[in-house]
């Protein structure tokens, strides 16, 4: 080995260590999402709330840890809940999204079709964090998702793409820098600002036809940077910069998915915006 590509594995050692510190700690502790409470596959949807919602984690996230607080959240609303796993990298367990998202937008698809199938509805709601804010964008795009999704809400996404302040715009200083990150966990190389897959994705437009779109942002994201990356336009998108709705909201990435109400009543807002009311700092007590 070239005596510069060993120095590529402290860098690529480093992103990863940038994206770890964004999730929870109980990542270690847990693998699949339960068979209780949310992904009750018995559930049928009500007539407040005709779609079943499915929750997309994000990158070395899981099913479970990612939406400890926000399934409960919903379900306590009366909607019926599921979650999955994707993008696993094989001998690595618990924490999920690594592989090739377009490969994991392959494993969403199965799954909303499989939660359609249990619950006789004809569409479902997505709602995602980060990378899984992100990701189902090529299922509407590419896998024909849009005839089978109603709104889709992005918790924090990478949509443009990200710099993880900066640290990308040294791999043009390390050539093959970006073919090792790829071949030790292809996800995060989907995700760096100037991807092939981003330009794909993104290519002719960010959204599609018939889908409503919601995008929730911070501006203390120190994951998904400039956080303004994170914003789509299309005719039929909702862009909300969270500090707009309660100035004293210091979320930042990770937090924006894991546990702030404020979010969780915006999201609520996206889901049935018939019955939606003002987000507010008192949101956090709703």
């Keep these: 080995m070239l005596p510069w590509k060993r120095l590529l594995r402290p860098l690529t050692a480093l992103l990863l260590t940038a994206a770890v510190a964004a999730v929870p700690t109980a990542a270690a502790h847990a693998s699949s999402a339960p068979t209780h409470g949310w992904n009750d596959y018995s559930c049928r949807p009500s007539a407040a709330h005709p ?6 984690h994000g990158t070395f996230a899981n099913a479970t840890d990612n939406w400890l607080t926000l399934a409960p959240y919903l379900e306590a609303r009366g909607y019926c809940v599921f979650s999955l796993d994707y993008g696993q990298l094989p001998g690595v367990p618990l924490v999920y999204g690594l592989g090739p998202i377009d490969k994991s937008a392959e494993q969403l698809q199965a799954y909303v079709d499989k939660v359609l199938a249990a619950t006789g509805a004809t569409k479902a709601d997505l709602v995602g964090h980060s990378q899984g804010g992100m990701m189902p964008r090529y299922y509407l795009k590419f896998l024909g998702g849009a005839a089978k999704v109603n709104t ?6 990478d949509n443009h793409g990200t710099t993880l302040n900066g ?8 050539p093959g820098a970006e073919d090792v990150i790829a071949s030790a966990a292809p996800g995060l190389a989907d995700q760096v600002a100037g991807s092939a897959f ?3 994705l993104n ?5 599609v036809p018939g889908v409503h779109y919601t995008v929730i942002a911070t501006r203390y994201d120190e994951v998904v940077t400039p956080y303004t990356s994170q914003f789509l336009s ?7 910069l969270i500090q707009n709705l309660c100035s004293a909201d210091l ?3 990770a937090l924006l998915g894991l546990t702030d109400r404020i979010v969780f009543h915006e999201v609520a807002n996206a889901l ?8 507010t700092c008192l949101s956090a007590l709703s």
């Excluded at 779609?51 to 997309?56: A, E, F, H, S, T």
């Excluded at 889709?152 to 996404?157: M, N, T, Y």
């Excluded at 299309?234 to 909300?240: K, L």
């Design 51 to 56: 779609r079943p919602v499915v929750l997309v």
């Design 152 to 157: 889709f809400v992005g918790i924090a996404p």
């Design 167 to 174: 640290l990308t715009k040294l791999l043009p200083y390390f």
């Design 198 to 200: 981003l330009a794909k």
């Design 203 to 207: 290519a002719g437009g960010d959204t």
């Design 234 to 240: 299309g005719s039929d998108v909702h862009n909300v």
């Design 251 to 253: 979320s930042e990435h």
């Design 272 to 279: 049935d915006p018939a019955h939606a009311g003002a987000t």
